[in-house]
């Protein structure tokens, strides 16, 4: 029996059926015939669900990951995130994406691939850019500087990486995609440690000038 929602907008459908497309693309690929089993599942209008995916691969791989956005969203509210330490933040919220497409690992395989294509490069880094920028928005970031470039860079690059663990990770709980992470994480740590020493302002580096100056003229 079809569904219908007056009020969906074709984004809100988009992200309804791209569960189930995930689900049908184990079997069938990213591909036509996935939307019209998920529609088939979902009851929605199968015409409808092929027009609304009509950009083909890139675009049934975008609500996927615009569903991820919001489970994450919803499993982690500001109020919880807020009582956390940043490493906690990031870490959890990476889990909590892995948590949303969990059990749907040779749809995912698949859609790193499609995503690794050359045609597909310029808008899979696109998305990439934005799971982490949703990533650090939950987590509280307000840098309006570099540092909002450098952190989402580098957290993409980490949670690409850590989904390609995760695809073919058959540990008991995921435990190699998670002391993956932790790793991962604890690097990005000791590099925002540095960089914070490193960009500390004149005042606070050693000046042999101003430490001879004190012991000619100590402080009063």
């Known amino acids: 029996m079809t569904e219908t929602r007056p009020e969906e907008t074709l984004d809100d459908l988009r992200i309804r059926l791209a569960p189930a497309i995930a689900d049908a693309a184990a079997f069938d690929g990213w591909s036509k015939a996935a939307v019209a089993n998920a529609a088939q599942a979902c009851g929605v209008d199968p015409a409808l669900a092929a027009f609304a995916f009509r950009d083909g691969q ?27 330490p940043i490493r906690a933040r990031i870490r959890d919220l990476v889990l909590a994406r892995l948590d949303a497409v969990a059990g749907r690992e040779e749809a995912l395989s698949r859609a790193l691939a499609i995503m690794a ?69 604890d690097g990005i740590m000791r590099f925002e440690k540095a ?3 490193l960009l500390r302002g004149p005042e606070h580096h050693f000046s042999l000038t101003r430490l001879l100056g004190r012991i000619r003229y100590p402080a009063r």
């Open 195 to 197: 960089k914070a020493q």
């Open 58 to 84: 890139m675009a049934m791989i975008s609500a996927w990951i615009d569903h991820v956005d919001l489970a994450m969203a919803e499993a982690l509210p500001a109020a919880t995130l807020a009582a956390m």
């Open 117 to 185: 294509m050359p045609s597909n490069i310029a808008a899979s880094t696109r998305l990439g850019w934005r799971s982490a920028d949703r990533m650090w928005r939950l987590a509280g970031d307000t840098a309006t500087d570099y540092n909002h470039y450098t952190k989402r860079a580098i957290l993409g690059g980490i949670y690409a990486a850590t989904l390609r663990v995760f695809a073919t990770d058959s540990s008991e709980g995921k435990a190699e995609t998670r002391a993956f992470l932790d790793r991962r994480i």
